[in-house]
Each structure stands twice: as structure tokens, then as C-alpha cells.
């Protein structure tokens, strides 16, 4: 019999059995009231729900490893499709290396606040995840952890789910074939990770979060390890079998397989894009990819007529000038290009706007501006300058500040050199021409003498007991380093907001207060 032909007739028989009998037709109508209440009240849930994140943060990728900004090299199809779909920044920058980028992505601080030594997060700091935990969201973490403290750690910055490689501070373990990988509080057998790839593992643990959360809110942390040395083979190319893990502990690496590992981070990111569709949550889940740091100095990149080294490591825009892509369909208007001041402080506050919940008032000091707004248009407050303090190795104190617009960057003195240097990091992104100071133009005054008042109001915010006008003028950061706090946890924030040093009464010894003022009004070294 025809399916539709007997659909009716079972319809009818119901309807004519729901006439003669009261009692049914009353628990039937109350059934499909109670039905009907059910579905509007999911529906409405799922209109209100706060959107999922995914943060991808690409293992040394600098800006112009993607097609869609103007490089040339390798194969990024599915970033550009992101980037075709969504908003794509010109002007990301992060610190010139992994570990202090990653301290001010997660806690939305300037590394002068909290970054204490290499790859070591002090578990008194509060995170992205922290943050999105406290408002409902489900948290997790694939990846590269780089922030030392295993399970412990893990946790009390707020994931609750977790894959990870480098725990504890262990980079000379395998991350690629035959990857040495720890979750729920201990390493896997080596049996189960035999001749797998790490980033597959990291990816099918997204894929398969994805599974299981997909109908309440959620925050993925997905720190790649592609493209971090050491190059070698993936699962694509036909070396992969022969591969030894030997070779990590032997330092044995390849630039040739640089372009097959950038195409296979493509691939992987093309597989969580498929997951979100698929599971029909595209519209309320926001992806957002970005790079810890310029691209590694022995990979060359083409750009357009001309050939660039990378700049990993350095100070100057190549080593800190990374891509940013947010993808949101429904909301993000596609194709749209954002010019956009925006540095690794501002995650934290970005993603509590996303989530439309408050930025933390318990953090401490936050230093970042919330791009937000700018994703769905509106005009929100974008960045005239961005600073970073870069210290990634705190006991060998010698590191340096700077304040930058998108053109121009002035850097303070510090142990690498005694001059207050200023470049146009348009004309001369190697920085390998300073601007004199007989040579610059009006406007170009004014911008210097901007970005200097940035740079001191940081050194006076890290050092407010010295912050008066005996040392206004001081340029050089070493000469005030004795009286930099440490770490925000210990430190006293007054009700102003300004950070006090956890030893107020150290103070700077006389005769570094003298040497900095000495060196800062010399002529020979201001020009």
C-alpha cells in the first residue's frame, strides 16, 4: 500500500477515536501543547546560546605564509577561504617569539606584568579559559601547551579538556611521528602514538570535542605545533615512513619539507572548518586563526617580486608582524579587510565581547583593546599605537620595549644597544635605517614624541615609585630594571589601577638612576 495512503488512513482512525473519547482527546491536545512549548523553547535557546570560539594560533607563521596576504610560496587554500569568508587583519602583531606570545594572548597582559621565565606560567595568572569557564563555556586545549605544570597547571588556568605536547618543558621530545603526548594527567603509551603524526592527534581530539559539545557553548585553545622546527616529513609525503624520531633527538631537520608542512596545517584547519559545518553550528561558532611570530629564519618566502628571509627571533616587523583571520559566518560580512591596529593583549578582551560577557575586573591590570565591535561593523574603539616589552629570557636581563603605529616604531634603549632608535617600518620593515632626528618632519615629531609617552607610561606603570619627574625623561629600561615587578600575583594594585613593585622600597640604586639620566640627555646618543 502507498505510504502516504495509509499515513491518512491511520489519521483519520485517530481523528474519529479522539471524537467519541473526552478523556484522550484532552491528553492528547495537552501532549502536543506540552510538545509545541518544548521545540519554541529549544529554538529559543538556540537563538540565544552564546557562540562557540575555536582560537588557532599557527606555530611560527608569519603574515606573508599565507596566500591571502600576499605571499606566494606555499599552499593555504582553505586559510584563504577563511579569510574570503570572513575578516581578514593587516596589521596582527604578536612578540618575536612563541612562549611571551603566548603569556599575552591567554592573559591579556604585557609581558612586563607576568613572564617571569621561559615557558613557565605562573598558575596565579587568569586566562581566556579561566574567563570563559566562569561564564558556562566548555574549555579545552589541543596542542602545544608550552606553559609548564602538567595536569595541575592545565586546569587551574581553565580547561577542562586537554591533548597536549610539551607539558613540562620538554621541546626536545618528538611533536610530529611518533609524538610524545600527555592527557588526563600522563603521557601515552608509546605502543598507541607509534607511527602517528602529533597534529593529527591534536586535530581528530578537536573534532571529536566537537562531537561530543556541540550543543553547548565552547572555547577550543588549538596552539598548533605546525610549522615549528624541526622540518620533516608529514603523512603526505612518501618519507614519512621512513622517518625516525631519532632525528629530533639528533637535531636532523629539512627545509624542503617547510612547504608540505605549511599545506598540511592547511589541511587540518580545513578539517575543523568541514566538523563545525557539518555539525550545523557554522552561524553560532566564531574561528579565529592567528601566528605566534615571524616566520623561522632559515625558511625563505616569496612576496611579490622580492625574496624574504624570516625574521623569528627579531625585533623588527617581520618577526612580530603575524596573520589574523576571524571567520563568523552570518555576522562577519565576507571578503572584509580590517586595517586594524590589534596585538596579542587583545584577545582576552575581544573574546569576552564575542561572548557578550564582562571582561574580568579580578585579573589585574588588562592591557588589550577588544576588536569586537569591528567584526560586526561597528565602530568600536581601534588601537592609534600597539607596545610590546620583550623579554623572553628574564635571568639574562637584556631585553628591549617599543611603541609602534603601522607606520612608525620607536624603540627604547635598553642592554641591546644605548640609542633611542625610530624607523618607518613601512618603507623599512628590517629596520635597517633609523630616522634622524635633523631628518624628520613635522608630523614625524609628533608621532615620536607620542609613541615616547607610551613607552614611559608603561615604565612608570611597572614602576610607580620612580615614576616621578626625576625620571620622565629617562630612556633607557636597564637603568630602571631593578624596580620592575615580576609578576602581578604578588604585586599590590592600587585603587588607581596603577601596579606597585612587590619590594616598594628597593627602589633603583643611585648610580644606575644616575648613569640612565646621564646616557638619556647625552647629545651623542639622543640622535
Known amino acids: ?45 538556540a537563538q540565544t546560546q552564546r557562540p562557540n570560539i575555536i582560537l588557532i594560533v599557527g606555530d611560527d607563521i608569519g603574515y606573508n605564509t599565507l596566500t591571502c596576504n600576499g605571499g606566494t610560496t606555499y599552499s593555504t587554500h582553505n586559510l584563504d577561504s577563511l579569510a574570503q569568508q570572513g575578516m581578514r587583519f593587516t596589521q596582527c602583531h604578536a612578540s618575536p617569539l612563541c612562549s611571551p606570545s603566548r603569556f599575552m594572548l591567554l592573559t591579556g597582559k604585557y609581558n612586563f606584568r607576568n613572564y617571569t621565565l621561559w615557558g613557565k606560567l605562573d598558575t596565579g595568572q587568569r586566562t581566556i579559559a579561566n574567563m570563559m569557564k566562569d561564564a558556562g563555556y566548555k574549555t579545552a586545549c589541543y596542542g602545544k601547551w608550552q606553559l609548564d605544570g602538567g595536569d595541575a597547571s592545565v586546569r587551574t588556568v581553565g580547561f577542562d579538556n586537554y591533548c597536549l605536547w610539551d607539558p613540562f618543558q620538554s621541546e626536545n621530545q618528538p611533536r610530529y611521528k611518533n609524538p610524545l603526548i600527555y592527557t588526563n594527567g600522563a603521557y601515552v603509551s608509546s605502543q598507541m602514538t607509534a607511527d602517528k603524526y602529533g597534529e593529527d592527534i591534536f586535530t581528530d581530539s578537536v573534532l571529536n570535542f566537537l562531537d561530543s559539545n556541540k550543543s553547548v557553548p ?107 583571520i576571524a571567520y563568523w559566518p552570518g ?42 565591535p569591528r567584526l560586526t561593523g561597528q565602530p568600536g574603539t581601534p588601537r592609534n599605537w600597539i607596545f610590546c616589552h620583550y623579554d623572553p629570557h628574564p635571568q639574562r636581563n637584556k631585553y ?25 617600518i613601512s618603507n623599512d620593515p628590517r629596520e635597517n635605517k633609523r630616522l634622524q632626528d635633523t631628518a624628520l618632519t613635522a608630523d614625524e615629531v609628533s608621532i615620536k614624541e607620542q609613541l615616547l609617552s607610551v613607552i614611559n607610561s608603561y615604565r612608570a606603570e611597572g614602576i610607580p615609585l ?48 644616575r648613569r640612565g639620566e646621564r646616557e638619556c640627555l647625552h647629545p651623542r646618543l639622543r640622535d
Not at 499515513?7 to 484522550?24: G, P, V
Open 1 to 45: 500500500m502507498h505510504f502516504s495512503l495509509l499515513t491518512n488512513i491511520c489519521m483519520f482512525t485517530i481523528f474519529q477515536f479522539l471524537k467519541t473519547n473526552f478523556f484522550f482527546r484532552s491528553l492528547y491536545f495537552l501532549t502536543l501543547t506540552l510538545a509545541l512549548i518544548a521545540l519554541i523553547a529549544e529554538c529559543a535557546v
Open 218 to 324: 565552547f572555547f577550543i585553545y588549538y596552539p598548533m605545533v605546525l610549522a615549528h622546527y624541526p622540518f620533516s616529513p608529514t603523512p603526505d609525503d612518501p618519507d614519512f615512513s621512513t622517518w625516525s624520531d631519532s632525528n629530533v633527538i639528533n637535531g636532523v631537520s629539512d627545509t624542503s619539507y617547510y612547504y608540505a608542512m605549511i599545506k598540511y596545517m592547511d589541511k587540518k584547519i580545513g578539517q575543523i572548518i568541514d566538523k563545525v559545518k557539518s555539525l550545523g553550528i557554522e552561524n553560532n561558532t566564531v574561528i579565529i586563526y592567528t601566528g605566534d611570530n615571524g616566520t623561522p629564519g632559515k625558511i625563505t618566502e616569496i612576496v611579490g617580486d622580492s625574496i624574504a628571509m624570516g625574521q623569528k627571533g627579531k625585533t623588527n616587523e617581520l618577526g612580530t608582524h603575524v596573520p589574523l
Open 331 to 372: 555576522t562577519i560580512n565576507a571578503g572584509t579587510v580590517n586595517n586594524d591596529l590589534v596585538d596579542f593583549t587583545d584577545f582576552l578582551p575581544t573574546l569576552a565581547g564575542i561572548a557578550n560577557i564582562p571582561v574580568p575586573t579580578t585579573y589585574g591590570p588588562l592591557d588589550g583593546v577588544s576588536f569586537s
Open 400 to 424: 628591549r620595549r617599543w611603541a609602534q603605529t603601522a607606520t612608525y616604531k620607536l624603540y627604547d634603549t635598553s642592554s641591546y644597544n644605548r640609542q633611542l632608535l625610530f624607523y618607518n
Open 466 to 513: 620612580l615614576s616621578g619627574a626625576q625620571t620622565s625623561s629617562i630612556t633607557d629600561s636597564t637603568a630602571l630594571a631593578s624596580a620592575t615587578i615580576d609578576i602581578n600575583g604578588g604585586s599590590t594594585v592600587a585603587t588607581s589601577g596603577v601596579v606597585w613593585s612587590t619590594s616598594p622600597g628597593a627602589g633603583v640604586p643611585a648610580d644606575l638612576l
